[in-house]
């Protein structure tokens, strides 16, 4: 059994795999559930910073429209992303911005069109986000960018009693 310092290391399949001859008080392994719901929980409790200004990661509203001012700024898409990480810099700047802007200011960007948002965009980055801080700001924008999907909801799939 590990120490305590790696017991979130130690991780089970299912809580059907626990030890049931455990002495009282020892510590159980993790199973993959419980460690999927405390990332759920802190991607979900997450508050970033840049430059002193606490925010929030995205709403579903903001990630849509972070999605579309990606695409309508020519950067590459999230699944060229995936594949040679140094195309996100543009995508994690984006993501810093967009959550960085109040909902007032955004609904009258959207209301000028996208060309008014990325134009918008491209002048804060290019005020707030100097050269020597672009590892930074990629580094809190992937960190937006992954709190966001440990929260996506997923399908799951109904049992169907039989005789149905």
């Avoid at 429209?65 to 195309?87: K, M, Q």
């Avoid at 005020?127 to 799951?156: M, Q, R, Y």
Wanted: glycine share 4%; net charge negative; aromatic share 10%.
């Amino acid at each position: 059994m590990p120490d305590e310092d790696t017991l979130d290391d130690y991780v089970v399949a299912s809580d059907d795999a626990l030890d049931p001859f455990a002495m009282e008080g020892e510590p159980q392994p993790k199973t993959k559930e419980q460690l999927a719901e405390e990332r759920r929980e802190a991607a979900f409790d997450a508050i970033y910073s840049w430059k002193g200004r606490a925010f929030d990661g995205f709403s579903s509203s903001r990630k849509d429209l972070w999605r579309s001012v990606c695409h309508a700024a020519g950067y590459a898409p999230l699944t060229a992303c995936f594949n040679e990480l140094s195309l996100f810099h543009g995508h994690a700047k984006a993501a810093i911005y967009i959550c960085l802007q109040d909902k007032k200011r955004l609904r009258e960007l959207k209301a000028r069109g996208l060309a008014a948002i990325v134009s918008d965009m491209e002048e804060w980055v290019d005020k707030n986000i100097k050269p020597h801080e672009e590892t930074e700001a990629f580094d809190i924008g992937l960190k937006v960018f992954n709190d966001s999907c440990e929260n996506a909801a997923s399908a799951v799939p109904q049992t169907i009693s039989p005789g149905k």
